[in-house]
């Protein structure tokens, strides 16, 4: 009886640490979620000027003169899958992994090359050596860099212009509120694949630029490629911070939920214990009394 | 009817750097220095790396930016740059010390000279735009 008591409070008290330590996770990655989430704010006002400047040039070029926008039968793909460095964040990698796996399994008789970031997709993929990997990168939620995104991006524009990939496609995870993150595959190339997801996200805004006559510097064609390899850079480097965001999301919801159910537990084995206690009590107390009464 | 200002914006993808309205805009256009009015034609030009600077009521404002593009219309300015600092952030001794470690480096046969001369040109900017915010 006296074992079991102990045993029982022993496992209440490394619950109660874990839950010290869930807690803690949470905080720090509320407070991580917020730093996130004003990245993601800070580079709403480019994203706005940027998109209407593509639009805008796009509308007003000969597409066949950009080698970005270049259609081609699509043979050979790419796909950037962007997982989390970290586990303990409930299903987020598990999630994209496997939305991964699906796109590529339906890809059939194409070439599906991987781009891996993150150290969980890495983990994953090493254990699968057939599946063909160009390239992984880790530690870069540390801090989502411009010029980390621009390099990546840039790496895949000289591919597609060399005819080594027919297709870039970006798969993250975005940020759509705290408790729920939706995973996005997204064209990066071939352009036109890009534009129609653009075309709908116009029509929704519904803002219509006008035709006023630009003057470019220097000519749209030129100013076009550039425009696009900016957009290209820029669509990587916010996939890294949706992904960033909703890694910190999940995480938070992962340990705060975790530590709910810590509490429960303690709550639980508490009563257990109280009522081994109570009934150890009772019996030594009629123990008592029944030997009294014999006595007596 | 002209505009008396432009509404100035300057955003780079990490934040929005500068927003007022002002009299006078000068940029660093690809083709060369630009300045805008108040009224000017609407016009969509390349940015390199240079010193931006524009006038206004408050007096005068100096930025370092790097390559980028800049939107044009008669009311409105939109700077979109890859980076962009504003002079009163710059540390001059490290942008200096960027600097001479990049011409450096220019010089060495392995480094792609491009490269290389591209962050020349965005340091020098920036070295730039903090002596003449402070020349003023």
Redesign the interface.
């Given at each position: 009886m006296a074992n079991n008591t102990r045993e029982l409070r022993r496992r209440i008290r490394s619950i109660r640490n874990t839950a010290q330590l869930t807690r803690a996770m949470k905080m720090v990655s509320a407070a991580k979620l917020r730093r996130a989430q004003d990245a993601m704010m800070g580079a709403r006002p480019y994203a706005a000027a940027l998109k209407r400047t593509l639009v805008g040039v796009a509308r007003r070029s000969d597409p066949s003169l950009s080698p970005l926008l270049a259609q081609r039968e699509q043979k050979v793909v790419d796909l950037i899958v962007v997982t989390a460095d970290r586990g303990l964040c409930g299903s987020f990698n598990a999630n994209i992994i496997k939305r991964a796996e699906a796109w590529r399994e339906a890809q059939q008789g194409r070439e599906v090359h991987l781009t891996l970031l993150g150290r969980k997709a890495a983990d994953y993929y090493r254990r699968r050596p057939h599946i063909k990997v160009r390239e992984t990168i880790t530690g870069y939620a540390r801090e989502v860099s411009v010029q980390m995104a621009s390099a990546l991006a840039e790496k895949f524009e000289q591919r597609f212009i060399a005819g080594e990939t027919d297709g870039v496609y970006l798969a993250f995870n975005e940020f759509k509120s705290v408790i729920a993150q939706r995973i996005v595959i997204e064209p990066l190339l071939p352009f036109g694949e890009l534009e129609k997801v653009l075309d709908e996200q116009q029509r929704e805004g519904a803002e219509a630029t006008g035709h006023v006559d630009y003057i470019y510097e220097p000519e749209p064609q030129v100013l076009l490629a550039k425009v696009i390899s900016r957009f290209l850079a820029f669509e990587v480097y916010h996939a890294l911070l949706e992904s960033t965001a909703a890694e910190h999301a999940a995480r938070m919801t992962a340990m705060d939920s975790a530590s709910r159910n810590a509490s429960e537990l303690i709550d639980k084995l508490t009563l257990e214990m109280n009522r081994l206690r109570q009934a150890s009590i009772t019996t030594e107390i009629i123990e008592v009394v029944s030997g009294a009464q014999a006595l007596g | 009817m002209i505009p008396s200002k432009i509404h100035l914006?300057v955003?780079?993808?990490?934040?929005?750097v500068f927003e007022r309205d002002v009299d006078e805009v000068i940029l660093p256009?690809?083709?060369g220095m630009f300045g805008v009015l108040p009224g000017h034609?609407?016009?969509?030009?390349?940015l390199r790396a240079g010193v931006a600077t524009c006038h206004g009521s408050f007096g005068r404002e100096v930025m370092a930016i790097s390559a980028?593009?800049a939107?044009v219309?008669p009311e409105r300015v939109?700077v979109?740059a890859?980076?962009c600092e504003r002079a009163e952030e710059i540390d001059i001794a490290r942008a200096e010390a960027m600097v001479e470690e990049l011409e450096e480096e220019i010089r060495k046969p392995e480094t792609d000279p491009e490269i290389v001369r591209l962050r020349l040109m965005k340091h020098l900017a920036r070295v730039q735009a903090k002596r003449t915010s402070a020349g003023s």
């Open positions: - | 914006e955003v780079t993808p990490e934040r929005r256009g690809a083709l034609a609407p016009m969509l030009s390349e980028g593009f939107e219309t939109t979109m890859e980076t």
